[in-house]
């Protein structure tokens, strides 16, 4: 299994190749990707430079063009997808049907990638994006159990790529909008969810309140560690109960699954966190690559060793882990 | 669904000739009762809709009315001259669903509207909606979409008044646009059931509780501020979506459907105001101010304007 890695800039995509990636995976500096935060992603010469980096050391790149260009902006989404041609990158990872049209269309001979922003949880789904775009690879939804993962696979048309560590989406993604409900911005049509130009932090005489476009989000008592506000890691109130009332803050660490995941045919494993720092991707990286090296040699007996398990929490959002939605019982 | 708003004329009373986008009536995104449902279609017969959305949209697991009972509703619904549309699930994930969106998606009789892409694929070559869960943002997707038989698509709700004017001036020729005009925004959809678990249930034992909730479980911030629904798999807004205030500019981007999503009380009132609306009998404003009470949690508009979803910017 190929071990995708995250590149937000420079310094981590440098340090995900030396610490053992396959693939990095990265976006250009604007909207047209799922992680448009300030002072992250690649500049044109900054990127040649990174896929320079890679590919003397047999890493493959994929750039990310994974959000919805609306019609004003379409030209945008089409340069990039220009643009990531000329550098000959390995794959383009695409969501939006006019952008896999455009890039099908222009560039034949450009890998693409369904990216996870697509939504496709089914094999149907899968076909029509093989047959229509021939798409090669697809990156699953984090919303599949383990048994359905499989089955999907058995009857995919082009490989399969799953998330198996980092921030969790609780939501089939791109096909969240609790972003924009909220803040006017969301991953489809700003590649940001829950974007820190729209969040305060309001020190109360209890302790801080977190608000995200002036919906109170999370509630400190003193002393509390402070998370980011994402929305959907929120508390909130339902009945009588305040509660996480959709998701804790927490990671997704599907490690202990790879060898189920390898024999059912998965054929890439891939980290989140573009938006985190070089160290993080890094640690995390070495980690991943630790882990894979031992399933390759002896996948009977692979089990996550404690000090991975332990340097994976230490990074992880809430500093919990969990397998999501491959576990039906988190469902 | 209870009696007509006294503020509400019937059709019968009204004057003017309706003219403008037609009335469609959105799949019920909630839990009810067979009889219920039943109830509600039969009411329906006589509403001024053209066009009726039928079929569970959020969970496979909702089984008070089957495919064989949606059916027979929409024999009854076309016997009464509406135009009938099986509506499909959002969110595919089993083998078993798969099944059954291949049954709606083979039905002879009726119209289909695909939620999702494995729908779209099922429905290759033959005309079919595509609904606002299929997120098309621009016109080459639309053109993707008619080369394989689309014959309507809904605006994401996400997506603004001055993009639909771009995509009206773009769209493909015979390609008709509807407007999600009425009702609390679909938001996210997740492989988890927060229904279930505010009720401290496994989502495979969930004792089918949404059937307890029939405008979805209301989730509020902590400072006591209406925010979200739970609506099983689906997490909606409370506030409900309106654009009733948007005739004029609805009308202006010839918007060929708007739509009104079923909620549990008053649904006919609402479609009686958009109609009375839609002839001329009442103004945009005043028949908005005649559906607020109706609304479960107040109104909102911000998406169409360009601002916060959850926002309300015209004034009513």
């Avoid at chain 2, 709700?157 to 009702?183: F, H, K, N, S």
Wanted: net charge negative; aromatic share 8%.
């Amino acid at each position: 299994m190929e071990l995708v890695c995250p590149a937000g800039n420079l310094p981590s995509l440098k340090t995900a190749v030396d610490h053992g990636a396959n693939a990095v995976y990265f976006g250009f500096r604007d909207d047209t990707n799922a992680r448009h935060f300030a002072g992250l992603n690649f500049a044109p010469n900054k990127m040649a430079e990174g896929i320079e980096y890679a590919r003397r050391r047999n890493v493959r790149v994929f750039v990310a063009l994974n959000t919805y260009p609306r019609p004003d902006g379409f030209k945008r989404w089409q340069e990039a997808v220009d643009r990531a041609a000329d550098l000959g990158v390995d794959a383009l990872i695409a969501a939006d049907l006019g952008v896999l049209d455009y890039a099908s269309s222009k560039h034949p001979n450009l890998p693409l990638h369904l990216s996870v922003q697509g939504s496709a949880t089914n094999y149907e789904a899968l076909r029509f994006y093989h047959e229509h775009f021939g798409v090669r690879r697809a990156v699953l939804p984090r919303v599949l159990s383990m048994s359905q993962t499989r089955h999907v696979i058995e009857n995919s048309p082009l490989e399969i790529e799953v998330f198996a560590f980092g921030s969790l989406c609780v939501m089939v993604e791109g096909r969240c909008i609790l972003s924009s409900y909220a803040t006017g911005r969301s991953p489809n049509t700003f590649g940001a969810c829950s974007p820190a130009s729209h969040v305060e932090w309001i020190e109360t005489p209890d302790g801080l309140d977190t608000r995200l476009g002036g919906v109170l989000i999370q509630r400190h008592p003193k002393g509390e560690n402070v998370g980011y506000p994402t929305l959907c890691k929120g508390t909130f109130r339902v009945a009588d109960h305040t509660y996480h009332a959709i998701e804790e803050p927490i990671s997704l660490n599907a490690m202990e699954l790879l060898p189920e995941l390898q024999a059912a045919g998965v054929k890439a494993v891939k980290i989140e966190g573009r938006q985190r720092s070089p160290v993080y991707v890094g640690q995390v990286t070495r980690v991943w690559r630790q882990a894979l090296d031992a399933l390759a040699r002896d996948p009977q007996h692979f089990k996550p060793r404690p000090e991975w398990t332990a340097e994976l929490g230490k990074v992880s959002e809430g500093a919990q882990t969990t397998l999501g939605a491959y576990h039906r019982p988190w469902q | 669904m209870t009696a007509t708003d006294s503020a509400t004329a019937s059709p019968a009373s009204s004057t003017g000739t309706r003219s403008g986008p037609r009335l469609s009536l959105g799949p019920i995104s909630y839990y009810w009762p067979k009889d219920q449902v039943d109830a509600f279609y039969q009411q329906v017969e006589h509403l001024p809709v053209d066009i009726v959305y039928l079929g569970e949209t959020i969970c496979s697991k909702r089984n008070e009315v089957r495919f064989e009972d949606w059916l027979a509703i929409g024999e009854r619904l076309a016997a009464s001259g509406k135009e009938v549309v099986l509506s499909t699930l959002s969110l595919l994930e089993a083998e078993s669903e798969l099944l059954r969106l291949r049954a709606i998606c083979e039905n002879e009789g009726f119209l289909v509207e695909a939620n999702d892409m494995g729908a779209v694929q099922l429905l290759r070559g033959r005309p079919f909606v595509v609904g606002h869960s299929v997120n098309v943002y621009n016109d080459r997707s639309l053109a993707v979409l008619a080369r394989s038989g689309l014959k309507r698509w809904v605006l994401p709700v996400e997506l603004t008044a001055d993009c639909l004017a771009d995509m009206q001036r773009l769209r493909p020729a015979g390609i008709e646009t509807e407007v999600y005009a009425y009702g609390r925004l679909p938001l996210a959809y997740s492989a988890r059931c927060f229904t279930a678990r505010a009720r401290n249930l496994p989502k495979d034992d969930c004792r089918y509780c949404c059937i307890d909730y029939p405008d979805g479980l209301e989730v509020a911030t902590q400072d006591d501020q209406g925010f979200l629904v739970l609506n099983g798999i689906q997490t909606q807004s409370a506030r409900t979506n309106n654009l009733l205030p948007e005739l004029p500019r609805l009308r202006e981007l010839d918007v060929d459907i708007l739509r009104i999503s079923p909620q549990a009380q008053g649904t006919d009132a609402i479609v009686q105001l958009f109609d009375q609306a839609l002839r001329g009998d009442k103004t945009p404003a005043e028949a908005s101010a005649a559906i607020q009470p109706l609304m479960p949690s107040g109104a909102c508009d911000g998406y169409w304007h360009g601002e916060a979803g959850m926002d309300q910017v015209a004034q009513v």
